[in-house]
């Protein structure tokens, strides 16, 4: 059986454990693309000939690189692709949303596909658990943890610009996880009086103060002028966490979800004949057939 897996989309945490997986059950019979869709399209594929999946395991990242290949979703892209992908029994691909429809499309041209969900940003749609989201999360308290005591000396309040891209999932989860004292995840959530009224409680016993900020909502900048403009004594910093949401190794809970993900995709891939995206409801991992309509 030859078996083609790409990482597409952002990196996340989780990756490398399964393609550790894959190369174990599949051996030397496991090609991959480089850099995910674009390497499909451009035939930047090779069979694994070392233990490269093994020794990354447990590293973040991906030992196949990863890319965003808008070039997919075009009419010549895509066919390009179709092309080498039909040279393959099966291709098995991690990623977010953008990912899952390419898979989806492959499908419906009649090429099998398996999709695992692999996002830091937790947003693939009926979906419990994308990998990477609880490393991004942890890496986020880390940072956080490490920060508040300078904050808290200097007397100082801080805000922190998570990732997340459009979904608050993120966000939500390190605001309640930090105990943090302000969180915004919208336009909406922007009230400055309120802000400075909880800010400036906390300054005023010699308590440092958060704020959780969603990315692509504001700019941090605006926040500390508008908060200093109603209370100008206050000395705001800011920190952008950034791609250490990323890049941090996966958290034991990760790997295990790595593994479960790897599990049933093999399961699906050796047992079952048809195109699945691996999902994680309810406590379980469950598989979802893609439609082949077109086929
Ligand atoms: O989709 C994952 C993600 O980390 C988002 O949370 C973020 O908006 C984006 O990727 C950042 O992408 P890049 O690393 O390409 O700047």
């Known amino acids: 059986m030859r078996v083609l897996a790409l990482t597409s989309g952002g990196d996340a945490p989780g990756m490398n454990m399964v393609l550790a997986y894959l190369f174990v059950k599949f051996k030397f019979k496991l090609y991959v693309a480089r850099a995910g869709f674009r390497g499909l399209i451009n035939n930047d594929i090779t069979k694994i000939t070392d233990f490269e999946p093994l020794k990354n395991a447990k590293k973040a990242g991906s030992c196949i690189k990863c890319s965003r290949c808008s070039a997919f979703a075009t009419e010549e892209g895509f066919a390009k692709g179709l092309e080498n992908a039909k040279r393959f029994d099966i291709i098995v691909v991690l990623g977010g949303n953008g990912s899952y429809r390419g898979c989806q499309q492959l499908a419906e041209s009649g090429v099998r596909t398996i999709f695992i969900p692999a996002t830091i940003d937790n947003d693939v ?93 504001i700019k941090m900048q605006t926040i500390v002028k508008n908060i200093n403009k109603l209370y100008p004594e206050l000395e705001v910093c800011t920190v952008k966490i950034g791609h250490v949401q990323r890049g941090s190794a996966p958290t034991s809970i990760e790997l295990e979800f790595a593994k479960g993900f790897a599990r049933k995709a093999i399961e699906a891939i050796t047992k079952k004949d048809k195109s699945y995206a691996i999902l994680y409801r309810q406590n379980k991992f469950v598989l979802e057939e893609f439609k082949e309509e077109n086929k």
């Open 125 to 217: 749609a009926n979906n419990d658990y994308s990998l990477g989201y609880h490393t991004a999360v942890d890496a986020c308290e880390n940072t956080i943890n490490n920060t508040m005591p300078s904050i808290d000396a200097m007397d100082r309040c801080v805000i922190f610009e998570v990732m997340g891209r459009h979904c608050p999932r993120i966000a939500s989860c390190v605001y309640h996880k930090s105990q943090a004292d302000y969180l915004i995840t919208s336009k909406k959530d922007i009230n400055y009086p309120k802000i400075v009224e909880i800010v400036k409680n906390k300054h005023e016993i010699g308590q440092a103060s958060s704020i959780i900020l969603q990315e692509n909502i």
